[in-house]
């Protein structure tokens, strides 16, 4: 599942001429996607100074040097391993003092890059999808969320003291999502297999955020077996 992801995004990498703008996820999915991928750009010495990345969330209260922020995910899983400038890798600022302002300033300087050409992105057992909980409304640009107490929960496996959960995050909305390109989705393992069936065989619905999905006109989804297994 990871090489097949990493070689699509590998092949975006290198066929780009120009700018290319990456949407980019976190948590444990994506993680041997990124092992992939800087594997082929050691192997091949490809650069990614043309490369633009946007991350789709960033826990608010935790700093770049925080080992659970999504920052310092990125570069340890990512950015530190291939060239890329770090002026080119954006995330939101979750210590930013005025929060509305930064989801205003992230949501633009999306736009300002051209938006997103292919956005890579996870979904949570409840079917959120960056941190939009089940009940956002689809039209939502980035925001404040308040993380829903299962989301809290799953999470908690990352961090030595689970109470150290933040209880928000800036997360990009549904509607900056769908603005991207093109998405690639990636299902993986068995605590996920609900949320495959619900995906694959429910309707659209904001109670179940991934679901807008099927209104996008181009998405690939890469799923497991294990997560596939309720999937006929
Ligand atoms: P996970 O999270 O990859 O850590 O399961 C995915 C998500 O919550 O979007």
């Known amino acids: 599942m990871s090489e097949k992801a990493a070689s699509m995004l590998f ?3 290198k066929e780009s001429k120009d700018q290319l703008s990456l949407g980019l ?3 444990g999915t994506p993680q041997g996607t990124y092992e992939e991928l800087k594997k082929m750009a050691r192997e091949t010495k490809q650069t990614f100074t ?3 990345t946007f991350n789709l969330d960033e826990y608010v209260g935790l700093s770049e040097d925080h080992h659970q922020s999504y920052r310092y995910y990125m570069n340890t899983h990512l950015f530190n391993h291939i060239d890329i400038p770090e002026e080119q890798t954006y995330l939101p600022n979750g210590m930013a003092n005025n929060l509305d302002e930064e ?5 633009r300087l999306i736009e300002e890059n051209g938006g997103v050409d292919i956005q890579l992105l996870g979904i949570g057992g409840n079917g959120h999808i960056g941190f939009n909980e089940p009940g956002t409304p689809f039209t939502e640009k980035t925001h404040i969320v308040q993380l829903a107490q299962e989301t809290k929960q799953a999470n908690a496996r990352f961090f030595e003291d689970p109470s150290e959960v933040p209880s928000r995050a800036i997360t990009m909305g549904i509607s900056s999502i769908m603005c991207a390109k093109e998405i690639i989705l ?3 393992g068995v ?3 609900e949320a ?9 619905n904001e109670l179940f955020p991934a679901s807008v999905l099927k209104t996008h006109e181009h998405v690939s989804v890469i799923v497991d ?8």
């Open 11 to 13: 092949s975006r990498v």
């Open 191 to 193: 605590n996920k297999a």
């Open 196 to 204: 495959f069936s619900r995906l694959m065989e429910g309707e659209v």
């Open 225 to 232: 077996e294990a997560a596939a297994k309720r999937v006929n």
């Open 103 to 107: 989801c205003r300033r992230y949501e």
């Open 25 to 27: 996820a976190t948590g």
């Open 186 to 188: 990636l299902v993986s």
């Open 50 to 52: 043309h490369v633009k």
